[in-house]
């Protein structure tokens, strides 16, 4: 089965005045895809993505989604970071409603978006929570659960389990996995754990230290759901560990 | 050619944007100014801007009434900052005060909250009955108008200190007067420094006021004079001195707060 | 490799509860007992938010237990003391002192003097790594380095103790790495006992001696486990990761 080049990003580059932060990345993320990129601390990840989502000018280069410049207008990119952004003053439904609202999608079919993946996440049960009644692990589903309800070209993660505990982060990774495959969404998930990466990507992208360039693309052939502890997937971490090391 | 020193080469070069900003609205409000000028007659009299530059550049060796200019804004700064020194040292002390002990809190509190709303100027008749004519009760009048301000945000400053640093000054061993001189007090600087600068700004405006009403000198008494004898350009001459002495006022302040709080700036 | 040391800090049967805001009461620590031996690095680990900073802040001495008490050779804890140094997770540096006026401050706070306050505090500078930094305000230096001197300024005042919450709770995963690995060495170099609170299984097993696994809200001890992998340790080493996967399996599911 052939499938679609979703995102195209082509010989881009970033200058900050005389700095050089982006030097000729290119690379491409295929419809449905689940791509990990991963860097070394402090080698311009941040950059990286606010060039991404067009919040920063890029000197040169292109970034195209299903072959056209990208334009957050006319595709739908969903991000999400660290910070839980949710609501305070909605409740749970409300806010992953909020993400459908803005898009105008119908209300029916809003209802039905908003129900499907509050349930696929668990959510069904606090529908009428604010966000302040909730635990840090519950407000990160809402925000994923607002994030894929409106089914979007492009869903954007950055580090979003950064502080979570290890066995949370892992109940949770498995999750977003689920709904991944339920949704055929394509991701881009950043960080700097070089575990999560390897145990959520389909294809990794390691990153070089500032003028950032892509330094090696690594297929991740192993079947999920992985564990931690098989030799190849500790092999692959290591690999992956060797490009990064700086510590 | 002259020498311009490298650093200040520097700084205009990196900053030439932002003074080419500057003249261009210097020169619009001049234009507008000198439309106005032209425009006006009768019982609106508005002074040509050339004739008013040359008036307050003549006025630094031409004496108004018995002083120059700049001796006039020497009379005036002289009043603000010895009514500004003394709010700060009164201000400050109470405004911590307050913050740390419970008791002086409920105490001031109830007294300052009376006395804060009440406008400086409401209290020139009877500062002038008080102190006289003269330079004091204008001092009284800065005082009372600027150090609510510095009183208020000392109070927060003290307030707001982290409890996680008296902590772990604690933990360290230090003593409850080391710990406020070395915790509690440089924790409220910032603030401290924010209450300095509004009250600053309120000396200014508070001795303006108190000079306008009645004195024999000062930036004010140039106005006054000026309204005396129908002489707008005079007043014109005393505006802008007002003008300039305020803005230098802050910036002097603001290099000092960022002198002394360098800790609190962001990274390089 | 475990010498029958002395018990250097004791608790006993600590508890302590909170009041919400509105009005009702909730339990965040209860019945917690264990002692922690001389040198000895103590690890305890847990998931969730809840209960581990309390029970630190009961050992420094900066909160008092409603039950149980906490006793260091043999007497209690009544105050905060600078036998036992914090590291907090938010650093708490004082954002304007230099690297030298943080560092320094628990000599100068005890009566040293200028001369030997410094002369110490240059010493645990230099050991952390942030030598040529003395002059530095904490907001011009990197997480990391931060915590470097939240770590200096802890070991300064000479503790028997060190209580450390959670301090590379705020780094990225590789920074995190790499200040595992330093405090092993500082540790090494300049042996205390040390109880350390985390939420990441790598971080527990990587530094503990010993592991106290605490179950969330309330936190009660669960589980126990010497730690007994040679250092330095690898992440990634069979045994680690099995030992990693075997206390997964202890912890209370995830809400």
Known sequence: MQTQTKVKVEHLVKRFGDLLVLDDVSFEVKQGEFLCIVGPTGCGKTTFLNSLTGLYDITSGSILINGEKVDLKKHSVAYIFQEYSTMPWMTVEQNVRFGLSLKHVPAQRAAQQAEKYMDLVGLAPFRDYYPDQLSASMLQRVVIARAFATEPELLLMDEPYGQLDTELRYKLENELLNLWQQSGTTVIFITHNIEEAVYLGQRILVLSNKPTTIKKEIVNPLPLPRDIAAPAFIALRNEVTELIKWW | MSRIPAKLQRWFRQNRQALLWVVISFSCLLAAWQIASMASGGR??????????????????????????????????????????????????LGIAMGVSDAVYAIANPIFEFVRPIPPIAWIPLSILWFGLGSANKVFIIFIGSFTYITINSYEGARNVDPQLIGAAQMLGASRLRIFTKIIFPSAVPYIFAGLQIALGVSWAADVAAEIIYSQSGVGWIITMGMNNGNYTQIMVGIIAIGVIGYLLSTVMRAVEGRLCRWNRQAK | MEPASQVILQCEHLSRSFRRPDGSMYQVLGDVSFSVHENEFLVLFGPGQCGKTTLLKLLAGLDRPDGGTVKMNGQPVAAPAPSRGVVYQTTALFPWMTVMGNVSFGPLAQGLSKEESRRRAQYFIDLVGLHGFENHYPNQLSGGMQQRVGIARAYCSNPQVLLMDEPFGHLDAQTRYMMEEELVRIWQEEKRTVIFVTNNIEEALYLADRLILLTDCPAVIRREYPIRLARPRDYVDPEFLHLRQEISRQMDPAQ
């Open chain 2, 44 to 93: 609106l009299q508005i002074p040509p801007p050339l004739e008013v530059f040359q008036a307050f550049f003549t006025a630094f060796v031409k004496p108004i009434g018995q002083n120059t200019i700049l001796e006039h804004a020497a009379i005036s700064l002289g009043r603000v900052l010895s009514g500004f020194a003394v709010a700060t040292v009164v201000g400050v002390v």
